[in-house]
């Protein structure tokens, strides 16, 4: 077999990176290693900035319809060739390929909103502030941005970054995660198809040495990033010293909580979706279930029977539900966890993922089987701590309240879902949930692509969030300007509309701070 090489996309070009170490790709299916990934020197990572800085002001001043143009031309391109892309995502992310169908689809329609930036991105104007005095709002761009991308979202979280950041006029550098970078190999060679300007995008793969000269150079503007919560933190940290915007989505804990009225059949479908979609490897994962205590052993009992069903294996098998997680270490965590849970928190495990059934031929793949503890308390780790597998963890409550204190006391803050027939409950839930995504009777709070995405406390470090005009938001930046105006001389007379433009004399008592 033939190993993929990943390479640099820098100023328009695919560069080999040469001397330098690289990182085995494994196809998480099957535990086959399929391709390897340079982890590029801190001078190519400066290469690629350059080429962005160098092609910004030539980007910049393109007229927005032109710049817009381009990316039709992308949304067109990705959807001619979203089994492609697709299937890029599904090889070395191990994402279910009908999952990754989903999420290249859902970033065509991310690309389709970020082609409205023409009516987005329009400033304001208020007139009269004072004699022929107007004042004006005009958002522009900054120049240089750099991203980081986390391995689960390789699709999503580059519609995210890309389209609104080189839409409204900047230019950027993006590194893919080491473990899933093939899906942007497919979408360099795109931009290329559509004759995107070189440098506009660059694509830079690496570890952290190639993240750490963005921090002190002057031509980068800004930094985005997905991804844990500790590296959020020093990433944000960096950013400060450095004086660059930042937008850093982190790590969470999601709730699930099912009121004594739920509807059993809305509840169990949307819990399948929220903990085992992308094995539980998503930030709007459904991590903790939380059931009112009237309907507590019905509801444990119709979730056991429904897991049980889930169907675990290959992520091309179309008969498969669930597809691997990302890695051997990444199983070998949720394991770990898995027995934490049981010999340290003291929780009920009542269905256990390390009992597999996997089929010979996919016996090295990183499989992780649905699993459930009850009887959990807010206190224990598998409760507390970010787990990022298909591990639930059930609590039993008495009133809404107590589940909303929960929710307020932990760390993180980026959704969580309630399942009631009741109009009270959910207003009130969607009200005082301290999250950033609230859901009511859907097991993923994730807003579309119009509105923004991001979440509270340690989910969320930064200024803006994702998408929606957040995302123009954090990409621009506002200039004020005060314009005073009058008619040429000659016209005033003739009219006879002459202002006199009044000199405030020396003795004044209030003299205006402003134009007036």
Known sequence: ??????RNFINGEWVAESKVDHAPLFNPSTGQQIGEVPLSKPETSQSAVAAAYAAYDGWRSLPIGKR?????DLRQAMAGQREDLA???AVDQGKHISEARGEVQRVIEIIETACGIPTLLQGETLENIAGNIVGRVVRQPLGVF??????????LVFGWFIPFAIGVGNTFVFKPSTQ????????????????LPPGVV????GNRTVVQPWYDDPRVSGICLVGSTPTARKMAEACGRGGKRSMLLGGAKNYLVVMDDAQEDVFIENFIHSCYGSAGQRCLAGSVVAIHEKVYDHMIDAMLRASKQVVYGSAMDPKVYMGPVISSQARDRIFEYIRIGLDEDGANLVLDGRKLEIPDEIRDGYYVAPTIFKDCTPKMRIVQEEVFGPVVSVIKFSGL?????????????????????????????INQANVGMVGVNVGVPAPHPYLPFGGIKDS????????GKDGIDFFTQNKIATVRFAPPAEEAKDSHKAEKVKKAPCGSEVRSCVAS
Do not use: W
């Open 202 to 205: 660059n694509i830079i793969h």
């Open 460 to 467: 969320h470090l930064g200024t803006d969030k994702v998408q």
């Open 87 to 89: 299937q890029a995502i």
């Open 146 to 155: 750099c991203g980081v991308a986390p391995f689960n979202f390789p699709a």
């Open 68 to 72: 817009v143009a381009y990316l039709f």
């Open 180 to 195: 899933s970078p093939f899906f942007m190999q497919k979408v360099g060679d795109i931009f290329n198809a559509i004759g």
């Open 1 to 6: 077999m033939n190993l993929i090489k990943i």
């Open 401 to 429: 309240k107590d589940i909303l204190d929960q929710i307020r006391s932990q760390k993180f803050g980026n959704g969580a879902c309630i399942f009631t027939q009741s109009l009270y409950f959910a207003e009130k839930f």
